[in-house]
């Protein structure tokens, strides 16, 4: 059984360097979703793809912050010239088009920190 | 503007004993809720769900209650277990739309 999986797991970074994380979801899942988690908060979407279509972004997500998912299948997230602020716990998500309405299978995350 | 709150970040509760969480939220086009649990170092996993049309689902030890006119959703979990014990996080959509708003939290901490 394979879950939703994230790499890497965790991500230590000074600021103003560029970071990608990688997301393959379900196999099969058509819709893939990033958050973002702070430290006694609920996760925070930032936005979310069906098949390799970016369908809605979030506000939160910055010009320095860059999603894609290519072929329908994988994602990246890319952060550029990050600052301290986005030190935070990123999830992915997916889930299928049909199934169990708006259930969503998280990953573990990748946690960043911005020194 | 939080959509949606959880009003109380921890709670204690005896191995045995009834666990209720809370959660309130503001958005009256939300039409589904999601309860997921969280341990430490893992991604949240799905609990249980309730539409908008149905005012209580059940599973197993699990029960989630809807009051739509209070726009007020409660889990109970009945008996508790201290293997319950972990960060509980209340979700609601729009069916369709794509993305959930989740709440803050609540820690539960079932004691033996």
């Known amino acids: 059984d394979t879950g939703v999986s994230q790499d890497p797991r965790h991500k230590i970074t000074k600021r103003g360097q560029n970071v990608t994380f990688r997301c393959d979801p379900i196999s099969e899942h058509n819709r893939l979703y990033w958050y973002r988690q702070t430290l006694g908060q609920g996760p925070e979407f930032l936005t979310y793809?069906?098949?390799?279509?970016?369908?809605?972004k979030s506000r939160l997500l910055s010009d320095r912050f860059s999603a894609e998912r290519p072929k329908g299948s994988f994602s990246t997230l890319e952060i550029q010239r990050t600052e301290q602020g986005d030190s935070a716990m990123y999830l992915c998500a997916s889930r299928p088009d049909r199934g169990r309405v708006e259930t969503q299978y998280f990953g573990p995350g990748t946690r960043l920190l911005v020194l | 503007d939080q959509q949606v709150k959880q009003n109380s970040p921890s709670l204690s509760v005896q191995e045995g004993r009834i666990s209720i969480l809370n959660c309130d939220y503001t958005?009256?086009?939300?039409?589904?809720f999601l309860w997921y649990k969280k341990y430490p170092a893992e991604g949240p996993t799905f609990l249980i769900s309730?539409?908008?049309?149905?005012d209580k689902n059940e599973d197993g030890r699990f029960t989630v209650f809807l009051n739509k006119s209070a726009k007020h959703l409660s889990l109970h979990i009945v008996p508790s277990q201290p293997g319950d014990s972990a960060v509980y996080f209340c979700a609601a959509s729009r069916v369709g739309a794509g993305k959930s708003t989740f709440g803050d939290g609540t820690t539960l901490t079932v004691k033996p």
């Open positions: 309730i539409s908008s049309i149905k």
């Open positions: 793809f069906q098949n390799e279509a970016q369908l809605e």
């Open positions: 958005n009256s086009m939300f039409d589904y």
